[in-house]
C-alpha cells in the first residue's frame, strides 16, 4: 500500500523557524553531516536529520519540543557532541538539539559552595573559573577540556577523581528541565542537603537526554584544599599486583585524590606518542594524587607502595611534572586508538574484585586472541579495556564481539555494572534486562513514558 507523509519537509522547517525565531537552524548537508555522527566526517547515520538545531534560551527549546510533538519528530539533545556510546548521533527524519551555545556561567559563590550553569559551559572552563575565587569543582572525566557539564550530567560523568569526590551526580545539587511537553521545572536548588519530595534532581542526572532538557544546572563546589598537592607514579609486574596496593591505598585513611591504572601495553603506546620513557618492559604504572593530608600522608603512601615491592617510585610536587602526568593519563586513549579500529568498554566492580576482573581481560585476550589494552580508575573499581582490531577492516571481527560480550558477563557476574561512566546510548540498551532484571527494566519505561508519553526525546537510547 502507498503511503505518504502529511507535512513536507519544508513546512516542518518553516513551523520550526517560527517556533524557534532565535535559534540557529541547519538543514544544509556540511552542517548536518558534521553533528550526526559523534563528530565523525567519515561516519554516517541510517538516513538524513530533518535539522540541526543550535539554541540560546530557553523559549527556543520549548519552540523545537512543540515542533517535534506537533510532527512526532524524535528530537536527539547534544552539547559538545562527545558521546562514546552512540548516545547523540542523529536519528533520520528528526532533530538534533544543541545548547552548546548555551556557554554562560551565571554565579559564583564561595559563601554558598555553588555555582550554577548553563548546559553547553565546558567542564575544564568552570573549573578555571572557580579556582579564581579559591574553590574548585570536582569531576574530571578525561575529556575535561572540551566536554560540557551538560553533557556530564546526560551521563553522569564519572573521572580520575571520583575516588575521593565522586562522579558527576555527586556534585548536582539543582536543575531547570524543560519537558517533552513544554512545561520548564525547577528541581533540587543551591543546599547540600535536600530531603522534600522525591529525588527528581538525581533521576535526571544519567538520564541521558530521555526525560528532559536540561537548561541550568546549580553545582557544588569545594574550597580549593590546603597545602601542597603532590602527584606520583610507581611500577608493577603486573594489573592484578597493582590492584592489591591501590586497595591498600584507598582503605589506608590517605583519601587520595587519583588512583589511575595503566597496563603495560597502554603505558608503552603512551611512550610511542608522548615520547616518553615511562614504560619498564610490561610493567603495570599506578598514578597517584593526594591532595591533603601532607607529609604524613605521603609517608603512609611510600610505605605502602614499599610493602607491595612497588619499583621505580616517583613522588613530585612540581607543577610541570604533575601536567605531565596529568596529560599522560588525558592522552591515554588517543595514544591506543592510534593502533587500530577499537571498542572501548567500560565496566566497574566492587574494588574487592577489580584484581580477578582485570586477570579476566587478560584471560579472555589470550583464549581469543584478541588484542586488549587496559586502563581505568583503579580507585573505583572502573576498568576500561580497549579491544583492537586492525585500521584496515571496518567492522569488529567476531572474536571481539565475542570478547565483550564475555567481559559485559563477567562484570555482571562480580556484582559490577556494564557501564561505569560512559553512559549506555545505543551500545548497550539491549542489556538492560541482564543488569536491572525484568521488574526494574518495566519501571525504568515506566518512567520514560510518564516524563514522555510521546517517545520524542532521545529514543532508543538509555534503555530499548
Given amino acids: 500500500m502507498m503511503t505518504f507523509d502529511a507535512y513536507t519537509n519544508d513546512e516542518k522547517i518553516s513551523y520550526l523557524k517560527a517556533q524557534a525565531p532565535h535559534a540557529d537552524i541547519h538543514v544544509d548537508d556540511a552542517v548536518t553531516q558534521k553533528y550526526s555522527a559523534n563528530g565523525r566526517a567519515a561516519s554516517e547515520i541510517d538516513g538524513k536529520i530533518l535539522a540541526y538545531v543550535a539554541v540560546s534560551d530557553v523559549d527556543d527549546i520549548k519552540g523545537v519540543l512543540k515542533t517535534a510533538r506537533r510532527f512526532h519528530l524524535p528530537v536527539v539533545p547534544q552539547t559538545a557532541d562527545s558521546s562514546t556510546v552512540?548516545?547523540?548521533?542523529?536519528?533520520?527524519?528528526?532533530?538534533?538539539?544543541?545548547?552548546?551555545?548555551?556557554?554562560t556561567i551565571k554565579e559564583i559563590s564561595p559563601d554558598d559552595g555553588v555555582a550554577v550553569v548553563e548546559p553547553g559551559v565546558v567542564n575544564g572552563d568552570l573549573d578555571k573559573a572557580a579556582r579564581e575565587h579559591g574553590m574548585f569543582y570536582a569531576p574530571d572525566p578525561g575529556s575535561k577540556p572540551f566536554s560540557s557539564v551538560g553533557g556530564n550530567v546526560g551521563t553522569n560523568a564519572g573521572g580520575m577523581s571520583t575516588v575521593k569526590y565522586g562522579a558527576t551526580r555527586d556534585s548536582v545539587l539543582g536543575l531547570k528541565v524543560v519537558l517533552a511537553d513544554g512545561r520548564e521545572i525547577k528541581i533540587g536548588g543551591r543546599t547540600y542537603k535536600q530531603a522534600f519530595g522525591y529525588d527528581l534532581t538525581h533521576l535526571f542526572v544519567g538520564s541521558e537526554g530521555t526525560l528532559g532538557i536540561v537548561t541550568e544546572i546549580t553545582v557544588k563546589l569545594f574550597p580549593i584544599p590546603l597545602g601542597t598537592s603532590v602527584m606520583g607514579s610507581a611500577f608493577f609486574p603486573d594489573m592484578a599486583a597493582l590492584a592489591a596496593t591501590v586497595k591498600d591505598l584507598r582503605m589506608s585513611g590517605i583519601y587520595p585524590v587519583m588512583l589511575e591504572?595503566?597496563?603495560?601495553?597502554?603505558?608503552?603506546?603512551?611512550?610511542?606518542?608522548?615520547?616518553?620513557?615511562?614504560?619498564?618492559g610490561n610493567d603495570a604504572m599506578l598514578i597517584f594524587r593526594l591532595d591533603a593530608g601532607g607529609q604524613e600522608a605521603l609517608d603512609v603512601a611510600e610505605k605502602i607502595l614499599n610493602d607491595h615491592e612497588a619499583k621505580h617510585?616517583?613522588?613530585?610536587?612540581?607543577?610541570?611534572?604533575?601536567?605531565?602526568?596529568?596529560?599522560?593519563?588525558?592522552?591515554?586513549?588517543?595514544?591506543?586508538?592510534?593502533?587500530g579500529?577499537?571498542?572501548m568498554e567500560d565496566m566497574a566492580v566492587p574494588l574487592s574484585k577489580l584484581a580477578e576482573m582485570v586477570d579476566y581481560v587478560n584471560q579472555v585476550a589470550e583464549e581469543l586472541d584478541v588484542d586488549i589494552y587496559t586502563?581505568?580508575?583503579?580507585?573505583?573499581?572502573?576498568?576500561?579495556?580497549?579491544?583492537?582490531?586492525?585500521?584496515d577492516q571496518p567492522?569488529?571481527?567476531?572474536?571481539v564481539l565475542e570478547a565483550?560480550?564475555?567481559?559485559?558477563?563477567?562484570?555482571?557476574?562480580?556484582?559490577?555494572?556494564?557501564?561505569?561512566?560512559?553512559?549506555?546510548g545505543m551500545l548497550k540498551n539491549q542489556w538492560t534486562n541482564a543488569e536491572l532484571g525484568f521488574d526494574v527494566d518495566m519501571i525504568q519505561h515506566q518512567i520514560k513514558d510518564l516524563f514522555d508519553p510521546m517517545g520524542i526525546l532521545n529514543p532508543k537510547r538509555k534503555i530499548n
Fill in 404 to 424: 565483550t560480550r564475555r567481559l559485559l558477563k563477567k562484570a555482571l557476574e562480580l556484582d559490577g555494572t556494564i557501564s561505569g561512566e560512559h553512559a549506555v
Fill in 341 to 343: 579500529n577499537h571498542i
Fill in 261 to 280: 591504572a595503566l597496563d603495560g601495553k597502554t603505558t608503552a603506546a603512551l611512550d610511542e606518542y608522548e615520547g616518553t620513557h615511562y614504560a619498564e
Fill in 86 to 103: 552512540i548516545g547523540a548521533d542523529g536519528i533520520d527524519g528528526g532533530l538534533i538539539l544543541s545548547t552548546a551555545n548555551m556557554t
Fill in 395 to 399: 567492522e569488529p571481527p567476531a572474536k
Fill in 375 to 391: 586502563a581505568g580508575h583503579a580507585g573505583d573499581g572502573n576498568v576500561h579495556p580497549s579491544l583492537l582490531w586492525p585500521k
Fill in 313 to 339: 617510585v616517583h613522588v613530585t610536587s612540581d607543577e610541570t611534572e604533575k601536567k605531565a602526568l596529568e596529560k599522560l593519563r588525558q592522552d591515554m586513549l588517543p595514544a591506543v586508538f592510534a593502533h
